[in-house]
């Protein structure tokens, strides 16, 4: 575990070094700090070889590269994204390490970073990624100009040359990542395995339509509050970068209708109601099971000090529906394979 030492204690040293001989020792604290990322047993090992520039055995290299990865994601202000924290290095997994703090993003193939010390912006380098002790070598990383926005994205589709599918390429035990995002608290991507203590009940699985690229699939209905299920065929993409749920505009109104004073803003370009409002919960049907989003989910931000801002929006001009964020975080969603890919869903202990 790495340690941090006091700026206090080396101010104290140096003062010490450059004023006078030591007349008596001197305590330098170490604190314990966790970063969220994991240097498991094989990465250990390899790191005390690679230390004093000896070749590792083949079996703990490989070890070492094609292990499972756990990573912390912690959320933003309302949930707008969940950050994590990724380990680049070069030439090695070891040698030159830095830490970014990236948001994960299963709508694009894109790795972009902001990282001036890797070159100028526009340029492509090739480095190592540890996410949670997942490695991957020889990953492609676009480098870009500034740190806002939507700047330092890892990218995970199942499709092109992105960190999960070089993972799967380079020996991650199973071809599977998974999300369990939480409400207002840190969640987890886990990756190469299902951790079946986040999940309850049986897991839904899905066949992607890949005709696209993205995780895509077709719902087959909703139903709000206590209502009856409405079927609608609803052709959607499950997607950790965009905030919002994005459904089709008859779907948005029926929600909103059982809402008291929610209304469409123009000034908003969406749906907003008073924040003392009570939302009833919204269902969506994926086969046979019922996910459902506790009402409590919608209301995604304040616009003032007596309204918000829904997280239920229309996908008008997208082209297709995205379960986003509001969605994502109420269920435990599993992101599976990449010639054949599919999704699974289960409902989350409370």
Do not use: H
């Amino acid at each position: 575990m790495p340690f941090l030492i006091s700026a206090v204690a080396i101010a104290t040293f140096c003062y010490l070094t450059s004023a006078a001989p030591f007349k008596t020792g001197f305590t330098i604290r170490q604190i314990p700090r966790d970063s969220g990322l994991s240097l498991n047993g094989p990465m250990s090992l390899l790191k005390a070889y690679e230390k004093y520039g000896a070749q590792p055995p083949p079996l703990v290299k490989r070890a070492a590269l094609t292990s499972t990865g756990t990573v912390t994601a912690t959320p933003t202000e309302y949930d707008s994204e969940y950050i994590i924290d990724v380990e680049i290095s070069s030439p090695s997994p070891i040698g030159n390490t830095y830490t970014f703090a990236m948001d994960v993003d299963t709508g694009s193939s894109t790795f972009a970073l902001y990282a001036p010390k890797y070159g100028a912006p526009g340029a492509t380098v090739t480095k190592t990624v540890n996410i949670g002790g997942a490695i991957v070598t020889g990953q492609a990383i676009s480098l870009v100009s500034d740190s806002t926005g939507n700047s330092n994205v890892v990218g995970l589709l199942y499709a092109g040359k992105n960190f999960y599918t070089n993972a799967v390429a380079q020996g991650l035990p199973q071809a599977v990542f998974t999300a369990d995002l939480k409400k207002g608290a840190p969640g987890t991507y886990n990756f190469g395995y299902v951790n079946a203590s986040e999940y309850t009940g049986a897991l839904t699985s899905v066949v992607v339509s890949t005709a696209n690229g993205f995780w895509e699939f077709t719902s087959n209905g909703y139903a709000i509050g206590t209502a009856a299920f409405v079927a609608l065929a609803i052709d959607t993409i499950v997607d950790t970068g965009t905030t919002l749920l994005l459904l089709p505009t008859a779907a948005v109104k029926a929600y909103y209708a059982k809402v008291a004073g929610a209304a469409y803003s123009a000034e908003e370009g969406g749906y907003v109601f008073p924040c003392a409002a009570t939302l009833p919960k919204f269902t969506l049907g994926i086969g046979t099971y019922k996910a459902v989003v506790p009402g409590t989910y919608v209301n995604y931000a304040p616009v003032n000090s007596t309204t918000c801002y829904g997280g239920i929006q229309e996908n008008t001009g997208i082209g297709f529906s995205i379960f986003g964020l509001t969605f994502i975080k109420s269920q435990f969603v599993v992101f599976a394979g990449t010639t054949n890919p599919t999704l699974g869903f289960a409902a989350k202990p409370t």
